[in-house]
């Protein structure tokens, strides 16, 4: 095959600058010596206006596989859902203006349990698709057992294993 190139036009503009916006610190990447998916919540295309975001599914589906999977053991989480009784608990994104029992917008609202009789119904996930990864109040703000477990499985999926072949 042969190479081929165009000819750049002279009023055709550059692509927009893309940037991602992570979970993990500088230091976390370099440890593991690379960026993973997992880790990026999302890009920024243009002018890095709130608008212009793009969210990572692979970022969403972590953060809803790894609440699923550590909330409803939480001793604090099943304290709430104790007092609950009947209906459904909810998980804030604790950046939300007015703190989690205030008036939260829905892309603060990250996902929600079915509460029973004061125990978590871990069957009954509701993950919120109106909840955004990052809003003009940041990034996620997690309660620290949700994003330290957050950043292990992060950890976990990035390093090779020999069932990926790594």
Same mark, same amino acid.
């Given at each position: 095959?042969?190479?081929?190139?165009?000819?750049?036009?002279?009023?055709?503009?550059?692509?927009?600058?893309?940037? +991602? /916006?992570?979970?993990?610190?500088?230091?976390?990447?370099?440890?593991?010596?690379?960026?993973?998916?997992?880790?990026?919540?999302?890009?920024? /295309?243009?002018?890095?206006?709130?608008?212009?975001?793009?969210?990572?599914?692979?970022?969403?589906?972590?953060?809803?596989?790894?609440?699923?999977?550590?909330?409803?053991?939480?001793?604090?989480?099943?304290?709430?859902?104790?007092?609950?009784?009947?209906?459904?608990?909810? /998980?804030?994104?604790?950046?939300?203006?007015?703190?989690?029992?205030?008036?939260?917008?829905?892309?603060?609202?990250?996902?929600?349990?079915?509460?029973?009789?004061?125990?978590?119904?871990?069957?009954?996930?509701?993950?919120?698709?109106?909840?955004?990864?990052?809003?003009?109040?940041? +990034?996620?703000?997690?309660?620290?057992?949700?994003?330290?477990?957050?950043?292990?499985?992060?950890?976990?999926?990035?390093?090779?294993?020999?069932?990926?072949?790594?």
């Amino acid at each position: 095959m042969w190479p081929f190139h165009r000819k750049r036009s002279a009023c055709a503009e550059p692509p927009p600058s893309r940037r +991602v /916006v992570s979970f993990l610190s500088p230091e976390d990447i370099r440890v593991l010596g690379h960026l993973p998916e997992e880790a990026v919540l999302g890009s920024l /295309v243009g002018d890095g206006a709130v608008e212009r975001f793009q969210p990572n599914p692979a970022f969403i589906a972590l953060l809803h596989d790894t609440i699923r999977r550590v909330l409803p053991l939480d001793t604090g989480f099943q304290r709430a859902a104790a007092e609950q009784g009947d209906g459904w608990l909810y /998980v804030i994104d604790l950046r939300t203006p007015e703190g989690p029992q205030g008036n939260v917008p829905p892309e603060d609202i990250i996902s929600g349990f079915e509460v029973n009789a004061g125990k978590i119904n871990a069957e009954k996930y509701y993950a919120n698709d109106k909840y955004l990864a990052w809003t003009r109040n940041g +990034v996620p703000r997690l309660p620290p057992s949700l994003s330290g477990a957050l950043l292990q499985a992060i950890k976990e999926r990035a390093l090779p294993t020999p069932a990926r072949g790594g």
